[in-house]
């Protein structure tokens, strides 16, 4: 069984933009990445230690970690660099009625920590 979560405005992240956004009553982070035209949905903070990823930059198709500089994948959330070498959850997209809304398993939301 899945879940759908409301994230936000489709237009409220414009292209090369990130967003953190709150869900399952405030407790998760999931950042809404728009780039080269496809939306991501993943983990809002690092697999490598708690750090908000939306203080982070993106570069060609990976979102780089401000803390320690790793970089992560947009499709998949593999780490391209250390120190993290857990890869960052993803969450599949669904744009609809012009909101953004993420579809995932029932229960807790999926994270990755070390
Ligand atoms: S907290 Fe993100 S790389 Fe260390």
């Known amino acids: ?14 292209e090369g933009e990130m967003q953190l956004v709150w869900v399952d009553g405030g407790v998760s982070p999931v950042v809404v990445v728009r ?13 490598h230690e708690y750090f ?11 979102l780089t970690c ?13 780490p391209l660099d250390p120190p993290a070498d857990l890869p960052l959850a993803v969450y599949p997209v669904v744009e609809e009625g012009g909101r953004l809304l993420i579809e995932v398993p029932n229960g807790p939301l999926e994270v990755n920590e070390d």
């Open 52 to 62: 908000e990823l939306d203080q982070g930059f993106l570069t060609r198709g990976a």
């Open 66 to 78: 401000a803390l320690h500089l790793s970089r992560f994948e947009l499709d998949g959330g593999e």
């Open 1 to 14: 069984m899945t879940r759908r979560i409301d994230l936000l405005a489709a237009d409220a992240v414009g």
């Open 35 to 47: 780039s080269g035209g496809v939306v991501h949905a993943l983990q809002g903070t690092c697999s």
